[in-house]
Every structure is written in C-alpha cells, then in structure tokens.
C-alpha cells in the first residue's frame, strides 16, 4: 500500500533518490554541530557545511559519488578559506600569553647583536635574553634600541626601531 502510485515513497522510489543517503548526511551534519558546540574549535563546523551540502544533494537525488565529492570540496573550501577569517573575528579578544606577548615589544641590545659571530642579548621586561638580528647581516651596537620580532626557541629576534621605548 505505502508503494502505490501518488504515494510520498512512491514519489522517492521512482525519483530514484536514496532516503538512507540522505539520513546519513543529516545525521553526520547534526553530529558535527554537536561537536562543534562542545569544542568551539571552529573546525567541525566547515564539515558540517559539506554534509549539509551533501544532504541537499542527496535529496536531489544525486549519486552517492558526487554527493562524498561534494562534501570534500565544501568541507575543504570551507575550512581554508573562510576559516582564517572567522578566527580573526572570534578570537580577536584573546590575551596573548607567555612569548607571544613579547613580540612588538622593545628591548634594550646589552652585548652587540652580531649574527655571523653569534652574540647578542637585549633586556626586555628587566630581564636578559640572547638576542640575533632579524637580517643577518645587521649588527646592533650596545645601547640600541630594537623591536622582538619573533621568539625562537630563547633568542629574541630582533630589528631596529625608530621609537623610543
């Protein structure tokens, strides 16, 4: 009776569209969403939008092949280009800790910053650090001024700066 010509099920037998592939991708879409909320690492959720995809596919009755392919692409798509993007605006209020809190802050160069004989040190926040110039060739005389431009392992990496501290 329930595959009778006008039925809803008649309709989707017919139309050749495979229920269960679309249950299975509405399913992996609300799984995702669950870990997502639980995470809040803003990586599920682009996988997520490739199962939602997939799911509309999969109601369109299209193969099960384009539909995974379809998920991937999203997904990935998803994931490299707009994920940047959202963390800048999500985590834009997060206090940066230990070295990353270093970096753009000024120093004072102690001992010459020289690369090619590996010296240098610089005090920064009242306490010294080994310090190599950004460009290798630049050397940095005692009483200079420079700018962290990155920590590597426990040496700052330094260039000059036109500020005062």
């Given at each position: 009776?329930?595959d ?5 099920a ?18 992996a ?10 995470t809040?690492?803003l ?12 799911f ?7 193969s ?7 998920f ?12 940047p ?10 206090v940066?800790?230990n070295?990353?809190?270093l970096?753009g802050?000024?120093a ?16 920064l ?15 940095y005389?005692v009483g ?5 431009k ?13 500020e005062?501290?």
């Amino acid at each position: 009776m329930k595959d009778m010509p006008g039925s809803f099920a008649y309709y989707w037998l017919r139309k050749g569209i495979d229920k269960m592939a679309a249950i299975y991708w509405l399913i992996a879409f609300v799984v995702l969403l669950g870990i997502e909320a639980a995470t809040m690492a803003l990586t599920t959720i682009w996988f997520a939008g490739g199962a939602l995809v997939a799911f509309v596919l999969a109601l369109l009755g299209v193969s099960v092949q384009v539909q995974l392919a379809a998920f991937v692409i999203v997904s990935f798509i998803l994931l490299f280009f707009t994920r940047p993007f959202a963390l800048k605006y999500v985590n834009h209020n997060t206090v940066k800790t230990n070295s990353e809190s270093l970096i753009g802050k000024h120093a004072k160069v102690t001992s010459e910053v020289n690369n090619t004989e590996g010296t240098g040190a610089a005090v920064l926040n009242g306490q010294e650090w080994t310090a190599r110039a950004e460009d290798d060739g630049n050397i940095y005389p005692v009483g200079t001024l420079v700018e962290v431009k990155d920590i590597r392992g426990v040496k700052l990496i330094v260039s000059e700066t036109q500020e005062e501290a």
